[in-house]
């Protein structure tokens, strides 16, 4: 049973940092893509970094320099550092696996096919 839970959300001030842990089951990540959503009261879920089979990463522009994804395959868990947290990011956080083919990854939702249940990350002072 495929199954994705994630961790480590929280309140945190501008400024600050978060990490989150996406723990997967039920298949490895080896030959797997996964993906950080988020999605923001009112907005739609969109997608934040995703990283690859082969580790090659991808991230939303919002982020990039703020945030790195990261894997550890031992653990069979993906990790979202995120940094210089600014009130916008303020979302849940989901993570998922794609469907694609050959462990590549995107940042389109409909791409995905298995998700966790999310976790809170408020950025507030």
């Known amino acids: 049973q495929v199954q994705l839970v994630e961790s480590g959300g929280g309140w945190v001030q501008p400024g600050g940092s978060l990490r989150l842990s996406c723990a997967a089951s039920g298949f490895t990540l080896d030959y797997n893509g996964i993906g950080w959503f988020r999605q923001a009261p009112g907005k739609e879920r969109e997608g934040v970094s995703c990283?690859?089979?082969?580790?090659?990463?991808f991230y939303v522009d919002s982020v990039k320099g703020r945030f790195t994804i990261s894997r550890d395959n031992a653990k069979n868990t993906i990790y979202l550092h995120m940094n210089s947290l600014k009130t916008e990011d303020t979302a849940v956080y989901y993570c998922?696996?794609?469907?694609?083919?050959?462990?590549?990854?995107?940042?389109?939702?409909?791409?995905?096919?298995?998700w966790g249940q999310g976790t809170q990350v408020t950025v507030s002072s």
């Open positions: 998922a696996r794609t469907t694609r083919r050959f462990g590549s990854c995107g940042l389109i939702r409909a791409e995905y096919g298995a």
């Open positions: 990283i690859d089979s082969r580790g090659s990463t």
